[in-house]
């Protein structure tokens, strides 16, 4: 606490991130990050920008970040209006927050989920409703629609959910942008691309028949960019305008050169993407088998992690094991999750490191 502090921050709790320890040989299972490289498309496009002075660094970059909005359009055959680009989901969440979910009546989202929500709601002071999980941690959306339309300033959840992997059908995704006509529905689908073998179950396709839906994704997990910090929306132009009158208020130029040339080129490049997604799919599937077949609960997972419970162990005991062997994974300290461990799909080597360790642990 400071005297100088305006009374804003006096009152903020923020968001705590993984943990990016400075350690060799760790098998770093917390954060979610992908675990093979970007595209090398990226690094080419990088180096092109660069050239061979960094000359064009002394300019600023494009301020709408009309290239890698054309890349995102191009990808989900949406016109160019419909895309917002920001540096980081997490910055374009936190614009849709203060654009599209401050309203008199509270924002809904469930109990369990990503916990910058409530973080943004303290930030732009937000009021706010917890729906909680059932009991097998999925989304009802039938609880939000019994708040009646006129108490729901807005609903926001990730798609698949955050920490417990789980998928909610489009076509309840539909039912509830439907059912909300004048609440902005927003779905957070920063692990969607994990989602399905054969066809990713985003929301984007939904946004043409649902005025008040906006879908966001990040490049940070599937495209293995979360060290370049891009994240974009897509809506309808009423919602992305909102955004872009935010973000002119707040950075004019939040993409910079390097970011806007790589991400365009990641999202250019199918063939990688296809083939990194397929690999941490069928990594996930022998992981949540190798985690059953050692007494874990593991919670059906659409995303690029698995959230399990030993029902003999003690969650917090087992990642400070699993610690003292080098591999870091995710423990929430919140209630009805506390016994959850939040386990990041790495190679399968990494993942053969896990279970050795766990089996070891379990003796
Ligand atoms: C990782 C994550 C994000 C943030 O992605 P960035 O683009 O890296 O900021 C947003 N939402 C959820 C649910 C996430 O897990």
Request: aromatic share 8%; hydrophobic share 45%.
């Amino acid at each position: 606490m400071s005297r100088f502090w305006s009374p804003v921050v006096h009152g903020l709790t923020p968001y705590v991130p993984g943990e990016q320890p400075k350690l060799a040989n760790l098998v770093k299972l917390n954060t979610n990050e992908n675990p093979y490289p970007p595209s090398p498309r990226v690094l080419d496009a990088i180096r092109a920008e660069l050239g061979d002075d960094a000359d064009r660094l002394k300019l600023y970059p494009d301020p709408t970040g009309s290239q890698l909005k054309a890349a995102v359009a191009r990808h989900f055959g949406v016109p160019a209006d419909w895309v917002f680009v920001g540096n980081s989901s997490d910055e374009v969440l936190a614009h849709t927050f203060q654009a599209l979910l401050k309203h008199d009546a509270p924002l809904l989202f469930p109990d369990i989920t990503y916990s910058f929500y409530p973080v943004y709601c303290g930030l732009y002071g937000i009021a706010f409703e917890a729906i909680p999980l059932d009991a097998d941690f999925a989304i009802r959306i039938d609880d939000y629609l019994a708040r009646g339309a006129a108490n729901v300033g807005g609903v926001i959840f990730p798609n698949p959910n955050a920490p417990t992997g789980r998928l909610l059908a489009l076509a309840d995704v539909a039912r509830l942008a439907a059912a909300l006509p004048d609440a902005p529905i927003v779905i957070d689908e920063a692990y969607v691309d994990f989602g399905g073998l054969d066809a990713i179950p985003t929301a984007a396709g939904l946004v043409r028949q649902h005025p008040n839906l906006l879908v966001t994704q990040t490049l940070s997990k599937s495209r293995s960019l979360a060290g370049l910090r891009v994240g974009f929306a897509i809506g309808q132009p009423e919602l992305i305008e909102a955004l872009t009158r935010v973000k002119d208020s707040f950075n004019s130029y939040p993409l910079d050169r390097l970011a806007i040339v790589g991400a365009s080129a990641a999202l250019d490049d199918e063939a990688w993407f296809e083939q990194t997604r397929r690999q941490v799919i069928a990594s996930r599937e022998t992981l949540a088998g190798g985690l059953a077949e050692l007494g874990f609960e593991v919670l059906p997972s659409a995303a690029n992690f698995v959230f399990a419970r030993h029902p003999q162990r003690d969650a917090a005991a087992l990642a400070a094991q699993l610690r003292e062997r080098s591999i870091i994974v995710r423990h929430f300290k919140a209630a009805r999750i506390d016994q959850f461990l939040r386990i990041t799909v790495g190679t399968d080597v990494q993942c053969g490191l896990l279970l050795a360790a766990l089996k070891d642990i379990l003796g």
